[in-house]
């Protein structure tokens, strides 16, 4: 349906079976679809608002009726197909996802059961941070988290102890939890537009208590999450 649908639309244009100016709309986000994914729903709807006058066109009512069937449950056919039987390479990636989630729900989990305060988390974490240690995260789960979210992307790149326990005090941080250092880096420093430092401070937790800061005290680490303390903070 989609190879011939060019061809139908033209079709249908000149005998004035569709407007020429939804062509052009259809055109035009087909053009930002390329451009940016997120265009990619506006095509789609403008897409199956054309399909009536495309199978107009169709003078066998069964192929017309075929072609409908084809074009809306084909896509949904090779969604189950990635779904439920993913090739080995998507299969082990799933697998290490799941696996990490567990691992970060395990710790988050014990946060809510222990000493309760404040954590500082990367800020795709958070949500699930927050919902499973009952706590009050700095990078949340509502756009009014913003600030929080390029606070802990700062707090992250920092790269002295006064720029880092000053975000520490200002929300009242008691717990730590970072993920693989390199993930966190290079997701904080997309969110500050800026490049990742040598001697960022998430570069440096992954080697436990030797390499972190005074201020911080390493509680442990299982799998890429590592959990830190906050110990009293220089200048308190």
């Known amino acids: 349906m989609l190879f011939v649908s060019p061809f139908l639309l033209l079709l249908a244009v000149r005998r004035r079976l569709l407007p ?6 259809l055109a035009l986000s087909f053009l930002l679809t390329l451009a940016q994914a997120r265009w990619g729903y506006f095509f789609a709807l403008l897409f199956l608002l054309t ?29 189950w197909d990635n779904a439920f039987w993913p090739d080995d390479e998507t299969a ?38 927050a919902y499973w240690s009952g706590q009050p995260v700095v990078a949340g789960s509502s756009h009014e988290s913003l600030p929080g979210i390029v606070a802990s992307a700062r707090f ?3 790269t002295s102890p006064e720029e880092a326990t000053e975000i520490l005090r200002q929300h009242r941080v008691k717990w730590i939890v970072s993920d693989e250092a390199g993930r966190v880096a290079t997701n904080a ?12 401070l998430c570069l440096r937790f992954e080697g436990g208590g030797a390499q972190a800061p005074a201020f911080l005290s390493f509680i442990g680490k299982q799998g890429s999450c590592v959990l830190y303390r906050v110990a009293d903070l220089p200048g308190k």
């Open 51 to 79: 399909l009536p006058a495309q199978l107009i066109l169709v003078r066998q009512r069964w192929l017309g009726a075929a072609a409908a069937l084809a074009g809306m449950v084909l896509p949904l056919l090779f969604y």
């Open 156 to 158: 992250f790149l920092s």
């Open 189 to 200: 420093a997309a969110i500050l537009g800026t490049t990742v430092p040598g001697n960022a």
């Open 20 to 25: 020429w100016t939804f062509a052009v709309l």
């Open 92 to 129: 082990e990636r799933q697998a290490a996802e799941r696996i990490a989630l567990a691992q970060w729900r395990a710790v988050a989990s014990s946060l809510g059961e222990g000493e309760p305060g404040p954590i500082l988390a990367p800020w795709w974490l958070s949500p699930a941070t």
